[in-house]
Structures are given as C-alpha cells and as structure tokens.
C-alpha cells in the first residue's frame, strides 16, 4: 500500500469552477501535511500546509483535514488557466525529518 | 536573497562517470534532503539530513552518496554504480519542525 495516494489526472475543470484535489495517507501518525504546486519542467513550490483537522483558507485555497478518515484536499476557488499544474500532496510523521510525497495530481483548467 | 541554490541546471553524465550536484542553502535550516524524480512521477527520497555530520538513507539510497560538513552545504554524488541516473533532481531543506523548501533542481542526462 503506498503511504500517500492521489489520483493522477488529470482532473480538467473550467475556468472559474472550483478544483477539488484529494489525498489519502496511510500512517495514522501522521502530523504535518502539504500541498505543493509543480509547474512543467520546474521545481515544486508551496501553496499550503495544514496541521489541525478542519479547513484552513489562504485566498483561493482552502485546505481541508480529516485525521480519523485519513485524507486531506485542496479546493482552489475561481480556477485560472494559470492553476494548471500537478499538486503534490506531502505528509510528515511526527519525531521525523523524513517528507513522504504523492504521485501528484494533473490539474487543467480550461479558458 | 534567501533561498536554496541547485549547481548546475543541466549536467551531462558519460557512463561509468560519478557526477556531483550541489546545493547550498542560507535559510539557516538544520534538515536538507535529495530527491529523485522522473517524468510523470511523484518525488523519491534519496538521502536526508537532520544536522551536520549525519545523514539517513531514504528510499532509493542505492548507487548514491552525500556529505554534510557544513550546515548550507549538501551536495549529492552520482556513482557509477547508479545504472539509471537520468532524471530531475531536486534538493530541498526545512527547519526543524516546518515546511520544506526546494531549489530550482538539476536535470541529470546520461551521454
């Protein structure tokens, strides 16, 4: 079983619908989650991170963490065609260094 | 400017070659971590460290060395025993309880 699973895409919405990017974890340990853009060709940036179950919003993103059920997404709010990217989820287990990653998730928003 | 600085943005490796990246950091983190990826693919841990002087092995450590004598420095050798070293390489660095952060990578290419 992987550690952390995401669906790989691509997930096409239109521009101005909400994306709705999902992933599970399998280490119920788990502490410290990540959301993390990655255009074409460059390196991974960060859009958020969450440590608290329930939701956490920073302008068009809004994180969301259920611990019990074990999954954690990103809703990106009024999409642009900017947005399009792979999401990469990331999870950090307490007392450790080590960041475990996803596969990522394409995202294509449509104008 | 702070940030983490990845040496060079292309290499090209000959077989049987060891190749070194380089990467610096003056965020004054104490965890620095090398990373693997191929295209499509999720980020695979290669090596991770927590302060100078040590160093774990992460999931693909194999054909792979580092060193940490310094807190801003981690670089990564590419071994000959590496048969497949051909992909994206990103290093990253976090303090120690906290978001990773990633330079702009190295794409390595075997000739």
């Known amino acids: 079983q992987k550690e952390v699973e995401q669906n790989s895409g691509p997930l096409s919405v239109p521009e101005g619908a909400i994306a709705s990017l999902n992933c599970t974890y399998s280490d119920r340990g788990s502490q410290s989650f990540f959301w993390y853009r990655q255009y074409s060709g460059k390196s991974p940036e960060l859009i958020m991170f969450i440590y608290s179950n329930g939701d956490k919003e920073d302008g068009r993103f809004t994180a969301q963490l259920n611990k019990a059920s074990q999954y954690v997404s990103l809703l990106i709010r009024d999409s642009q065609p900017s947005d399009s990217a792979t999401y990469l989820c990331?999870?950090?287990?307490?007392?450790?260094?080590?960041?475990?990653f996803g596969t990522g998730t394409r995202l294509k928003v449509l104008a | 400017d702070g940030g983490i600085t990845q040496s060079p943005k292309y290499l090209f490796r000959k077989e049987g070659q060891n190749v070194t990246l380089s990467c610096e950091q003056n965020l004054n983190h104490d965890a620095m971590y090398w990373y693997r990826q191929d295209p499509g693919q999720g980020l695979r841990l290669i090596y991770y460290s927590q302060i100078v002087n040590d160093f774990q092995k992460g999931d693909i450590a194999e054909g792979y060395s580092v060193s940490r004598e310094k807190k801003e420095s981690f670089p990564l050798t590419v071994t000959s025993a590496q048969k497949n070293p051909t992909a994206f390489y990103l290093c990253?660095?976090?303090?120690?309880?906290?978001?990773?952060?990633f330079g702009s990578g190295t794409r390595l290419t075997v000739v």
């Open positions: 990253a660095s976090s303090p120690q309880a906290g978001t990773a952060y």
């Open positions: 990331a999870v950090n287990g307490p007392g450790t260094y080590k960041y475990i």
